[in-house]
């Protein structure tokens, strides 16, 4: 072989060589594109899959609220309403639809109704729910209300049957009964079962245990209390918070002496505090050191009316007090100080003073003082005789003073009032500030309503009675007649006030096909 003929084979082997090396790297990257591109598409379908998936799950779920909400009105058609059954049609939903008459519990307790410490429960039942799910997500409707849950999460979707408004309670509490499971297509039927009016009731029998008293309206004394356990109570917690203006209670602040069905320290339990105002109405006028239970006094001017008719054979040169006092040291009084007997023979241009004082504990003293005329004014001596009768709430003007009542009133007051300046929240809210003897008056009705939301919201409003300095008669009481009275109404306040409950079971049977 030639020099020229084994270097042209060389080259040739050489040749060969890359061809091959190439032809095995164009093999091996088609089969990495081909792999890359099956692994993409694998991908896309697993990604789109999980999408499509969520989309399904969603608008399903949408769809189960939607045919819940529907079933909520149809439900309450029945419950409360004049029809005695009704159908809805949940459609074809992979979920499971159940009816379970066990679900939630509520009960309802007057606490304190007596004022002594006495509990009464009112009611106590289970609320049943008809509940859709699928995966992780439940729809309910419970309690006359929609409910959903997802993630460990629960949000109202539309409200229970539970309405608060002013001072009125009115919860129509809607039961659910069945015991029924299905997948699939399906529709659900409810039928009317049986209303029973727990508050007020006609029944003889329906008895508070501790005074034998039947449930009636107005709601006095104590609180009422709704105790709720369910699924959704973080929803139904919220709903109570942002609907009711009541208070959400710890299970240590509910009395240990009541024996209820749920347990109160369980994480789905929520408490619900409403509170009674007191008796309204007119009563006998209290005697020398009596006393009128006064309730639900917040943070508002709460009494509408305070009037009074107190008759007597001995009425002139007397004073007469109203007057509330604290544990915490608070102090509040109105004393009326009558004419003498020779003003009263000129009735016409006789005054009756007007005095109005306030401590706070250890706090200065604050005095009022004003006057009305005793034939004309809003509180006044009827035919100019033995008759005294007004209203506290009434429009009568009276100004700071820095002096005292000397030795008229039943409170133990300094001679002399320690405050120049005092600060009025008057009844529209507004705060206004006052100086002594500047001449500023305010009315008897809004520093009654001002002082005795300061002690309230809850206190013991007592009557006295004295001579005046001169009177034969030091110390002796007013002799009351037959036909004394005192009217005392609230308008409940702004606060977490009851004063009206109307309470009722209404059952529901649950049927799925």
């Not at 005292?404 to 007051?413: F, I």
């Amino acid at each position: 072989m030639t020099g020229e003929e084994g270097a042209s084979t060389a080259i040739r082997s050489v040749s060969y060589e890359r061809t091959e090396d190439r032809a095995v790297s164009e093999t091996v990257g088609f089969v990495l594109l081909v792999g890359m591109v099956l692994f993409g598409a694998t991908a896309t379908v697993a990604v789109g899959s999980l999408a499509v998936g969520d989309s399904q799950n969603a608008a399903e779920l949408q769809h189960a609220e939607s045919a819940m909400t529907q079933f909520d009105s149809k439900a309450s058609m029945v419950a409360l309403g004049d029809s005695d059954r009704q159908t809805v049609r949940f459609g074809n939903m992979d979920g499971d639809l159940t009816v379970d008459e066990t679900a939630g519990h509520m009960e309802v307790w007057h606490l304190n109704h007596t004022g002594d410490g006495h509990n009464e429960q009112i009611y106590s039942g289970s609320l049943g729910a008809v509940t859709y799910e699928r995966s992780d997500a439940k729809v309910a409707y419970q309690g006359g209300g929609v409910w959903q849950m997802r993630n460990g999460y629960a949000r109202m979707v539309s409200p229970p049957e539970f309405h608060y408004r002013g001072s009125t309670l009115t919860l129509p509490i809607v039961q659910v009964t069945g015991d029924a499971t299905a997948v699939g297509s399906r529709s659900v039927r409810v039928e009317k079962d049986e209303m029973t009016r727990h508050y007020p009731t006609n029944d003889q029998n329906d008895r508070y245990d501790a005074d034998d008293t039947q449930y009636r309206n107005p709601v006095t004394n104590g609180t009422v209390v709704v105790v709720l356990e369910s699924e959704y109570h973080e929803a139904w917690e919220s709903f109570f918070r942002t609907r009711t203006s009541g208070e959400i209670l710890d299970a240590d602040e509910v009395p240990n002496e009541i024996e209820t069905d749920v347990n109160l320290d369980g994480d789905e339990t929520v408490i619900l505090e409403l509170r009674t105002v007191g008796a309204s109405g007119t009563f006998d006028f209290p005697h020398d050191g009596d006393k009128l239970p006064i309730r639900g006094i917040g943070d508002s001017h709460a009494i509408d009316v305070l009037e009074f008719s107190l008759q007597t054979n001995n009425l002139h040169n007397r004073w007469v007090s109203f007057y509330a006092e604290t544990d915490e040291g608070e102090q509040f009084e109105v004393i009326l100080d009558n004419p003498t007997q020779n003003e009263l023979n000129d009735c016409e241009n006789a005054e009756i003073g007007i005095e109005v004082l306030y401590r706070d504990g250890a706090g200065p003293q604050y005095y009022w003082e004003g006057s009305t005329n005793a034939s004309t004014g809003d509180i006044e001596i009827s035919d100019c005789d033995s008759t005294l009768e007004g209203d506290l709430m009434g429009g009568d003007e009276l100004e700071l003073s820095s002096d005292g009542p000397a030795d008229r009133g039943s409170l133990d007051w300094d001679e002399d009032s320690s405050a120049d300046t005092v600060e009025i929240v008057h009844s529209g809210g507004e705060t206004e500030t006052y100086e002594v003897n500047d001449g500023d008056t305010v009315t008897l009705s809004e520093l009654v309503g001002y002082y005795f939301s300061n002690i309230g919201p809850e206190y013991d409003l007592k009557v006295d009675s004295g001579a005046g300095p001169q009177s034969n008669n030091q110390g002796f009481f007013t002799q009351m007649e037959d036909g004394s009275t005192l009217t005392i109404a609230y308008d409940g306040g702004d606060g977490y006030y009851i004063t009206y409950l109307h309470l009722t079971e209404n059952r529901i049977e649950v049927a799925v096909r």
